[in-house]
């Protein structure tokens, strides 16, 4: 059994855009909720996810979203394992969301590697 992970972007408008991802396995938001910002938000693009910021971002427009609810499903088109999504928060978190946590090479690093997976926005850092 996979589970279905609803998430959500909200932008300084409060318009929403929403998408979904599978995961591999059993996965409960309160597993990792410790792990993201503030115990609620995420950046989709740090984890593998795709972001849901619409094309036309404002410059107060940021890159935060939530995750809104899960549920078991049947689909086997998983994203990735539970396990590893999990990981992924961490390591994250780890680092700091927006890198703050890393020194000056290592965040430079991490910001160029993500920018060559097309994981990263190319704005950040800059």
């Not at 059994?1 to 909200?10: F, P």
């Not at 995420?42 to 593998?48: A, D, Q, S, T, Y």
Request: cysteine-free.
């Amino acid at each position: 059994m996979n589970t279905l992970v609803e998430y959500m972007y909200r932008d300084t408008s409060n318009y929403k855009e929403f998408g979904s991802f599978v995961l591999d396995g059993d996965f409960e938001i309160s597993a990792m909720q410790e792990f993201l910002l503030d115990d609620e938000f995420f950046i989709p693009e740090r984890v593998g996810v795709k972001s849901l910021v619409p094309a036309d971002k404002r410059i107060d427009d940021h890159y935060l979203h939530t995750l809104e609810a899960t549920r078991r499903v049947d689909d086997p088109s998983a994203l990735m394992s539970a396990e590893l999504f999990i990981a992924r928060v961490r390591r994250a978190a780890d680092e700091g969301w927006f890198y703050e946590n890393l020194s000056g090479s290592k965040r430079q690093a991490a910001l160029a590697e993500g920018r060559r997976t097309g994981l990263i926005n190319p704005v950040w850092g800059e």
